[in-house]
């Protein structure tokens, strides 16, 4: 079945029609730039479609609709969406603004690791928060991971994520995740609160992955909420989030061409099971159908 947030239903029409005309290309370039594409990517792949089917001589839209999903699956497969987790301990900090589903993220994150097999725990590094370190204990334990929280409200972030290295080492914990703060008053004190963690963790272990989570349903206003982030943070791989109810799924090549950082995981839903590693060549089958 076709996703909500799929092209295919826009496409279907398209390619269904006897020969490829200049309103294809028309009704091609509206439907690429309303799944959010944007339009420097809308016209670069436009341009290299039409050259490919100038070259093949053809007029059949089914080749056009399978020249499509070469282009795109090409383009997302240039950044290598492999995880780097081969270090024990293997330390991923999550990163990202308050509101993209930070919290609910790492507790999938966990449950996707455990369900390979892999011990995990959280540190629970956002302390200014009370009730977001509830709630991320609340997804550790439904994602079958551990939970190291602050010893008191406000301790510094730095120092939990140190106790959940130490943890994982003591332990022979395979994989430490650290929820970081999305917002404190000013964006310098965010960066230098993300570095002085860093600097602690990288004492005890290499950090990993740095993963920055996104709302796909925010699109272009959510990357430019991010770009301290990608800036200052080290950011190594991308998550987004909620694609299940976005028309939006250009987005996820545009944002990985706009920072040249590649898209690790993806969720697709609200539960606990429904975040997954990002495979182009199927994503582009669910996207052009």
Known sequence: MASPWSLSGALRGMFSRK???????????????????GPDI???VIEELRASVE?????DPADLKRMLRETLEERLARLDPTLTLSNRPAVVLVVGVNGVGKTTTIGKFAKFLTTYGRTVVVGAADTFRAAAVEQLATWAERGGAQIVRPQQHGQDPASVAFQTVEKAQREGIEIVLIDTAGRLQTKSGL????????????????IAEV?????????QNGLNQAEAFIEHAGVTGLVLTKLD??????????VQEKTGIPIKLVGQGEGI???????PHVFVQNLVG
């Open 191 to 206: 960066m230098d609160e993300l570095s002085k963690i860093r600097r602690v963790i990288e004492k005890q272990a290499p």
């Open 211 to 219: 993963l920055l989570v996104l709302d796909a349903t925010t699109g």
């Open 55 to 59: 070259r093949f001589r053809t007029t």
């Open 245 to 254: 109810g976005s028309a939006k799924g250009g987005f996820v090549l545009a």
């Open 19 to 37: 020969t490829i005309d200049e309103d294809t290309w028309t009704d091609l370039e509206d439907a690429l730039i309303s799944a959010d594409f």
């Open 42 to 44: 809308t016209d670069a």
């Open 273 to 279: 099971g429904d975040l997954t590693g990002f495979t």
